[in-house]
């Protein structure tokens, strides 16, 4: 028994009680509050937890996992990261329990332990069955319920309401639905993946039909584990029903159960099951998108049907590969990305005919030409790019109607300035897909480098509308409102990704961004360098910067960054490893040109956009509206680069 404060951890029965009354908590934040509790003081590190919670051999995302483990335990304890009581957070560290823990050699006396906890009630005192005026007070109410019932139905058979009195109202339309993730019912923990896979092909499927508002796989996938009601999950994605339901499988057998779930008022509609073997797996999604969609009285088009109805058999062992890849993709680390391509190259060796696997490494090389060289010895974006292409193609050519593929090839056309066709290829992809959240996130940004703020908000604000808690939306839409001078959309949608998520730097950069632009130096200081700490930038080179912006002002701050990118590109360093040099192990070279304009080194910011240019980095497609660059705008320079990227006529 671990105590501390009015809580107490029963760790063999499992379960955390307050004051006697025990919480819902169970799983893995359980387990992080047992580790936390018996190092009280200490800090537990993010390595330690993941190898006493989360084994290194299975399909986990680690990162996510602990975060929502963590997130949990400051909801049950009632628990700010911010002004933390219990949990204090450690960047890119770990976690320490700041309060004390007691863990009692004997337990409480008998009479303390009563004391908590009310006394239950006999069954003498609640079913009142040895109580003769308990029978007859029965009968005198059944009797007078009785006679109002009669007088009621003569009633209203007198004034013809009768009719409305006994006929059922309309059911509730069901214009939007979330798939919660399904539960791996198979003995092999190393079945997550499959479960995980299944999940997302679902969100894809009745992501197809257009008068359906389906929720983002990333923004669903938070509530894996979680015991929290239907009804308060649906208000938190703000939608009207849920699916939820099991994976099993034995060898290339697995059976699924779907439940649909009406979430005002909780109502069930309908469930069934199903048992295929692996082959047959993408008929069966499509199958029950199809049902889901009959029961809530949703009409397909023509080509939504055919879309759903037109499923090939897929080889089992490369459709593991695919669906493995797609998993450690997803989890947008390079680490993830390099292991993934190799799943999917190993699905296309094994299904050369399929196109999933071909998508699927396209959507990879896609990640990694957007990300940029950040690391020496990286290919460019230049040089990406045409993997990325030439995958994306394969992958249409088998099957046009994959709406990731398109936008893989939207992508790919942006940083190549093909503005033309890639909003052609966008445009398909969000009519293939309505509820395909990357696609709006994606078109956003395109919309914004054209200029064309009004319909690049409007893309934002859908796709925070797919996926309300993922940070990859919410941090392209901060950016998105940025471009388009919409400061307080970009504040609003900040603030709300601090809550969500207080660890993750970007937020704090793009607050920075927009204090600078509206002329909020020191705020805009103060944001960057807190990005700067959770990026990972050792303390020694934080100080540095702060002594400079103390002595210098703002050019001696940003004099500084430069010079610390600068030193950090000339040491190697590798994947998922922090260098201590915090954001500058994600700076380009349009990254440094945008510091030499704030020092007013114009010559070499030029031949730093020179660079860019010839790499086709991804940040240097919105230079056409970025107010960062308003300083050198006049320059010749400046008007040339345009042209050559197909902005300027």
């Not at 028994?1 to 009015?6: G, Q």
């Not at 399909?59 to 949990?87: K, M, Q």
């Not at 080509?303 to 062992?317: D, I, T």
């Not at 509820?435 to 940004?445: G, L, P, T």
Request: hydrophobic share 40%.
């Amino acid at each position: 028994m671990l105590r501390f404060d009015i809580f107490e951890l029963d760790v063999r029965a499992g379960e955390l009680r307050k004051q006697g009354v025990k919480l819902r908590l169970q799983g893995q934040p359980l387990q992080v509050l047992e580790a936390l509790l018996r190092r009280s003081g200490d800090v537990v590190t993010r390595e330690e937890l993941r190898a006493q919670i989360w084994k290194t051999d299975t399909f986990v995302d680690f990162d996510h996992s602990l975060h929502n483990a963590i997130a949990r335990l400051r909801e049950v304890l009632g628990d700010s990261p911010e002004n933390p009581r219990y949990i204090e957070t450690l960047p890119r560290r770990g976690y320490r329990f700041l309060v004390p823990v007691e863990s009692p050699d004997t337990a409480r006396p008998e009479s303390e332990a009563t004391a908590e906890l009310p006394a239950e009630p006999t069954s003498e005192s609640t079913s009142g069955a040895n109580k003769p005026w308990a029978s007859r007070t029965r009968i005198r109410i059944f009797a007078a319920a009785l006679s109002l019932a009669v007088i009621l139905i003569v009633g209203f058979s007198v004034t013809g309401d009768r009719r409305r009195m006994f006929s059922h109202p309309a059911p509730p339309k069901i214009e939007s639905l979330a798939v919660l993730p399904l539960v791996n019912l198979s003995s092999d923990p190393e079945q997550d993946f499959f479960a995980d896979g299944m999940t997302e092909a679902l969100i894809t499927d009745l992501g197809k039909i257009s008068a359906l508002r389906v929720i983002s796989r990333t923004s669903v996938v938070q509530y894996k584990g979680t015991k929290k009601p239907l009804p308060e999950i649906a208000r938190e994605l703000n939608v009207d029903a849920l699916v939820e339901g099991t994976v099993s499988r034995s060898g290339n057998h697995f059976r699924i159960t779907a439940n649909l779930v009406q979430a005002n008022p909780e109502k069930h509609l309908w469930a069934e099951s199903y048992e295929r073997e692996v082959g047959d797996v993408l008929a069966l999604q499509g199958q029950v998108a199809q049902a889901v969609a009959r029961e809530i009285q949703v009409k397909l088009t023509p080509e939504e049907q055919k879309l759903l109805g037109s499923a090939r058999p897929v080889n089992p062992e490369a459709h593991d590969d695919y669906l493995k890849g797609r998993y450690l993709c997803t989890r947008d680390t390079r680490e993830g990305v390099e292991r993934a391509m190799q799943y999917f190259k190993q699905a296309i060796e094994v299904a050369p005919s399929d196109p999933l696997g071909y998508a699927g490494l396209a959507e990879c090389y896609a990640i990694w030409t957007w990300g940029g060289d950040v690391f020496p010895g990286d290919l460019s974006p230049a040089e990406i790019m045409p993997s990325a292409r030439e995958a994306a193609q394969k992958a249409l050519q088998l099957d046009e109607g994959l709406a990731e593929a398109h936008v893989t090839l939207a992508v790919e056309m942006i940083l190549d300035w093909n503005w033309t066709g890639a909003e052609r290829e966008f445009k398909r992809a969000i009519e293939l897909n309505p509820s395909y959240s990357v696609a709006h996130v994606y078109y956003a940004h395109y919309l914004a480098a054209m200029g064309r703020f009004d319909e690049s908000i409007a893309e934002a604000r859908r796709c925070l509308e797919l996926d309300p808690l993922s940070q990859f939306t919410k941090d392209y839409s901060e950016w998105a409102f940025y471009l388009a001078h919409r400061y307080d959309l970009s504040i609003e949608a900040s603030r709300k990704s601090l809550e969500l998520a207080p660890e993750f730097p970007w937020p704090h950069f793009d607050l920075g961004q927009v204090y600078e632009a509206t002329g909020r130096t020191d705020d805009a200081i103060q944001e960057f360098t807190k990005a700067q700490e959770l990026f990972g930038m050792s303390q020694d080179r934080l100080t540095e910067l702060r002594t400079a912006y103390r002595h210098s002002g703002e050019k001696g701050y940003w004099r500084k960054t430069l010079e610390l990118c600068q030193e950090a590109s000339k040491h190697p360093r590798t994947s998922a490893h922090i260098s201590g040099y915090g954001h500058c192990d994600y700076a380009e070279n349009a990254d440094l040109a945008w510091m030499q304009t704030r020092l007013g080194e114009t010559d070499a910011a030029f031949k730093s956009l020179e660079i860019a240019y010839t790499k086709r980095e991804g940040y240097l497609i919105y230079v056409k509206v970025d107010a960062r660059w308003d300083s050198i705008r006049s320059d010749p320079r400046f008007e040339r680069l345009l042209r050559r990227m197909g902005l300027k006529q």
